[in-house]
């Protein structure tokens, strides 16, 4: 957010205030040189002696001072990233009433921020003082060089005047590029800045002729999937599995087990290492990258709304979806009840990320996107966040009526939806562990009766929702659900 604001604004800064006048300031300095070198040549040199030391006190205020902007640039990105932070979570500093240390946080990164800018200011303070002292000593040189020359009558002293006159000129425009240097030097580090965000290699290519596009049949292979989001940190080992067009797949597993990971591959928001996705037959990596994401409509695990109203959420600027294609879905999930309860119905404002609604609304609403779209294939990557009984109901046919017709790949974490699914697999620690229908899995006795059990033993309470716990053993909850132990 810096980069794109603060960054580049400083650039702007650059254009409106600085190379303009520098350009007038350095055609001054060579006119000035001229016409001393035209009066005298000796005494011009005289005064030139002055430059090294201007370019000795420039290069090290340049130095010191690109270094400090850096710095200023840096804090001041943590510190917007600090306060949009906290401004999205302020609801959870209160709950842990963790004002008080937010706070020291922000004084902490506040005051870094601060001896930065006074950090870049002392070469400032030090500089311009230093220009000044040198443009003395310049003109010191040319009295006495100059008055010496006067005295022997080689030179007037209309001359000698002029060209205590001239030295004067020739430091002020200097003077002027040194003050331009503070515009120049925030303008360099700030494109350093930008240009490192547009030099960033785009990490998932289209092929220049991709070889596949159009509507996918829905069939999907993972051919020996080896997956890490860094080095060889394997979060998919060798992942093989299959699903027919039309079928439904539940992922099911511990937490971090790699079910999402398996999702976002699918749409290839990152490429494998080794191994091959296929749909239809294709590799993805040939597959045109947009055609691919058509075809898949994604419920993700928190719901991202945007701000704008219910209606354009569903249609999410897809404009070839009509007006009555927005109401059909929304009546086929079950959502036109709530929405149209809702001040202004389908065009209701949404705040910021769905702001307003309940977390179930939230789901209604980005199953009628799905539905809405059409897409060959569905991902669901179930919530774990617990809502009323109602709405879980409605939801539970909203995820029926989306999975018919199309394959669906279900992150599941619902009973229900598991055991509707025609496949269930199973992943530990990034490998399958087991695949079948819910009564295979069970007669196995492995994992996944393991976690049958443990949610069938809490009996009446069987149907509801939680999260999946980390890999370590706990014991039964009290609470019922989908329950792992290693
Ligand atoms: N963007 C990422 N960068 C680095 N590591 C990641 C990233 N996303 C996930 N991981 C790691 O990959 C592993 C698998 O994560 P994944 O999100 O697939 O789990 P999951 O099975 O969906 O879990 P959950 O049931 O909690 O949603 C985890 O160990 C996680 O820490
Ligand atoms: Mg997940």
Redesign the pocket.
């Known amino acids: 957010m810096t980069r794109l604001t603060n960054d580049v604004d400083s650039l702007n800064e650059l254009f409106t205030q600085g190379v303009t006048d520098v350009l007038g300031d350095v055609v001054m300095i060579v006119a000035i040189i001229g016409v001393m070198l035209w009066m005298d040549v000796r005494l011009t040199l005289v005064t030139l002696l002055t430059v090294p030391m201007l370019f000795a006190a420039t290069t090290w205020f340049r130095k010191g001072a690109r270094r400090g902007y850096d710095m200023v640039r840096t804090r001041i990105a943590r510190i917007n990233a600090f306060l949009q932070e906290h401004f999205a979570g302020a609801q959870t500093v209160q709950i842990f009433n963790a004002e008080a240390k937010s706070l020291q946080k922000f004084e902490a990164i506040n005051d870094d921020y601060r001896k930065a800018n006074i950090d870049t200011i002392f070469f400032y303070a030090v500089f311009f003082p230093l220009v000044d002292f040198i443009g003395a000593v310049g003109i010191a040189l040319v009295i006495w060089y100059g008055g010496y020359r006067v005295m022997n009558g080689a030179l007037t002293l209309g001359a000698l005047v002029a060209f205590i006159q001239y030295s004067g000129f020739l430091f002020q425009p200097i003077r002027d590029i040194s003050d331009k240097y503070n515009v120049l030097q925030a303008a360099v580090v700030a494109s350093h800045r930008i240009f490192k965000t547009l030099d960033l290699p785009v990490a998932i290519k289209n092929l220049e002729t991709p070889l596949k596009s159009g509507r996918a049949r829905g069939y999907i292979e993972f051919q020996n999937v080896w997956f890490a989001?860094?080095d060889d940190?394997w979060?998919l080992k060798d992942v093989s599995f299959a699903v027919s067009p039309g079928q439904s797949v539940a992922l099911v597993?511990?937490?971090?087990?790699?079910?999402?990971?398996?999702t976002?591959l699918l749409m290839r928001f990152y490429d494998i290492h080794s191994g091959h996705i296929l749909l239809d037959g294709v590799d993805l990596r040939d597959w045109d990258l947009q055609s691919l994401r058509e075809n898949f409509a994604v419920v993700l695990?928190d719901i991202f709304l945007f701000s704008g109203t219910v209606e354009s959420n569903i249609r999410l600027g897809r404009n070839d979806i009509s007006d009555e294609r927005v109401t059909w879905a929304a009546k086929e999930v079950h959502a036109n009840k709530f929405i149209e309860r809702l001040n202004h119905g389908y065009r209701t404002e949404v705040k910021e990320r769905g702001a307003g609604l309940s977390v179930g609304q939230k789901q209604l609403i980005s199953f009628a996107r799905a539905l809405a779209f059409d897409p060959a294939l569905l991902i669901l990557?179930e919530a774990?966040s617990s809502i009323d009984t109602e709405t879980e109901q409605l939801i539970q046919q909203a995820i029926e009526r989306v999975m018919r017709d199309r394959t669906s790949i279900v992150?599941a974490?619902r009973l229900s939806t598991v055991q509707r699914a025609d496949r269930i697999i199973v992943?530990h620690h990034?490998e399958i562990r087991e695949q079948g229908n819910h009564q295979q899995l069970l007669a196995e006795r492995g994992l996944y009766w393991m976690l049958y059990k443990l949610q069938y033993a809490d009996g009446a309470r069987s149907q509801a929702v939680t999260?999946?716990p980390t890999d370590e053993e706990e014991p039964a909850p009290a609470t019922g659900g989908l329950q792992f132990s290693e």
Not at 253 to 262: A, D, L, V, Y
């Open positions: 989001y860094k940190d979060v597993g511990h937490t971090g087990s790699g079910k999402t990971t398996i976002n695990q990557d774990t992150v974490h992943l990034g999260t999946l």
